[in-house]
């Protein structure tokens, strides 16, 4: 997806100039983190290492948004239509990642991409529990986490994690970490919202419209 942005100015008059926009971001973005705990080995410190041979995000997103630039600051109503997506972050057959032992990777992360690769979604901040025991689903339903791995010499295991929320009110111009850490044999998934400010503020591009 593509980011998504509006600006508004309301009231500008010729004789005041130029017209600045101060944009602001209408997605959610969402990484993926792998964190090894597990310890090194000193005889062979590729023991602990974690293989990600395939991994990917499905689910149901939302996909329909309405901005209102009446009032002065506009708002954004999310419509309940949703589009069936998959996001492989690794490719099944292509590069897999490989974590050392006490150490952790953003998937992704390159020269041109140092902030890894990062899944725009659009949040729907009025959503209601279907249930009094089920998740609000903000970002969308029926969302997924696939994953294949392997420790170092040992055959390949499959886990899905069904159904996961971010157990918050997701910001738009946020991104989410989601932290899937390796204890041991256990998988376990944590949300963090990054301290990094990704996204620069609307008022420092320089956009101006004479």
């Known amino acids: 997806a593509q980011d998504v942005m509006i600006a508004t100015v309301s009231d500008h008059a010729p004789t005041q100039g130029a017209v600045q926009l101060n944009f602001r971001h209408l997605l959610t973005g969402l990484r993926l983190q792998i964190n090894n705990y597990n310890p090194t080995v000193t005889d062979d410190p590729n023991t602990n290492a974690i293989t ?6 499905d689910g149901n997103f939302y996909r329909i948004g309405n ?34 032992p006490n150490s952790a990777a ?10 890894g690769t990062t899944l725009l979604l659009l949040p ?10 089920s998740a609000v689903p903000y970002l969308g339903t029926d969302k997924n986490i696939h994953i294949t791995y392997s420790y ?8 899905t994690i069904r159904n996961f929320s971010l157990g918050r009110i997701p910001e738009q111009g946020t991104c989410y970490t ?28 320089d956009i101006i419209i004479n």
């Open 152 to 159: 170092h010499g040992q055959a390949e295991r499959t886990r």
């Open 67 to 100: 901005v209102d630039f009446t009032p002065a600051d506009p708002t954004l109503t999310v419509t309940d239509d949703k589009y069936a997506g998959t996001f492989p972050f690794i490719k099944r057959g292509g590069q897999p990642l490989t974590v050392s």
């Open 106 to 115: 953003v998937i992704g992360v390159s020269d041109s991409k140092p902030q």
């Open 178 to 205: 989601i932290n899937l850490n390796f204890i041991g044999d256990q998988l376990l998934l944590m949300f963090t919202a990054d301290d990094i400010e990704y996204w620069e503020n609307g008022s420092d591009n």
């Open 52 to 57: 990600v041979h395939s991994l990917s995000i």
């Open 124 to 133: 729907k901040l009025d959503a209601q529990a279907e249930g009094s025991t």
